[in-house]
């Protein structure tokens, strides 16, 4: 029997690298697709982003790998990005597994996230970042994806692309994952999330889910496996809140073995 199709997304200014170590553990269930978003991970950095482009991009890529349908795991942006592809095309997405996915964007928290974004404080002495940045983007790009991931949380300030009549409008089976302390989406932004969508169910761990490697490996998994489970068995519905505080093990670096596993974004620059 064919394994399901995922198709792995990763957070603003990330790459697919970062999301190895959800990535392990589900390679034994799934095929797994992990790609770089547009303007990430090397690929050429266009002159700015928006919600559009790259939903655009990965649909090309969809077409070009010849993948119908699947099931979508999207951590922060990524989740976003899965969210928003589901909205208005929700033929491609089976299900959408979101990580801490960000829906609103008040003045508060895109200064915050612009901070976190500023090249100038990356590259400080002392701060790792820049350096891990560099690596996955290209010393030579890694201040334009900051700049791109700047502005497009700046638009989606100005005029957020999911709003809370595209949430109710979204009826693909959704599983919410976030720490209950997380410091970019709250947890009362993601219960709103999870009511307004109608098919929908929450799983929470205790403290934040960013950066990435807060966010407990094995618990998560295990949830988006039983989420994909429920939805191939058929029919999923909304039930109780899951809680993942059970079983945690907190998340690692990147394996580079994980290459000879998974089938990455083919498009390089």
Request: hydrophobic share 45%.
């Amino acid at each position: 029997m064919d394994k399901p199709t995922l198709i792995v997304l990763h957070g603003a200014n990330g790459s697919w690298e970062e999301m190895a170590p959800l990535i392990k553990p589900l390679v034994p269930h799934f095929d797994v697709r992990a790609i770089n978003l547009l303007g990430h991970g090397g690929r050429p950095v266009p002159d700015g982003l928006t919600i559009d482009s790259l939903a655009d991009d990965l649909l090309a890529w969809l077409r070009a790998e010849r993948i119908e349908r699947a099931f979508f795991l999207g951590y922060s942006l990524g989740g976003y990005l899965a969210l928003h592809l589901a909205r208005h095309h929700p033929q491609r997405a089976l299900g959408v597994a979101a990580i801490a996915p960000k829906v609103r964007f008040d003045e508060a928290l895109v200064a915050h996230t612009s901070y976190l974004a500023d090249p100038v404080r990356l590259s400080r002495p002392g701060n790792p970042r820049g350096a891990e940045l560099a690596r996955l983007h290209g010393a030579d790009k890694w201040e334009a994806v900051t700049l791109n991931v700047r502005r497009l949380f700046q638009s989606f300030g100005n005029r957020p692309p999911l709003g809370d009549e595209d949430l109710k409008q979204l009826a693909t089976p959704v599983l919410v994952l976030n720490g209950d302390r997380d410091q970019i989406v709250s947890l009362a932004e993601t219960r709103r999330i999870v009511e307004l969508l109608p098919n929908a169910r929450l799983g929470l761990f205790p403290g934040p889910a960013h950066p990435l490697r807060s966010v407990p490996v094995l618990p998560a998994v295990r949830a988006i496996r039983s989420f994909i489970q429920e939805v191939i068995a058929g029919p999923f519905a909304p039930g109780p809140d899951l809680d993942l505080a059970e079983t945690l093990v907190s998340g690692g670096l990147a394996q580079p073995e994980l290459r000879a596993q998974i089938r990455p974004d083919r498009r390089r620059p």
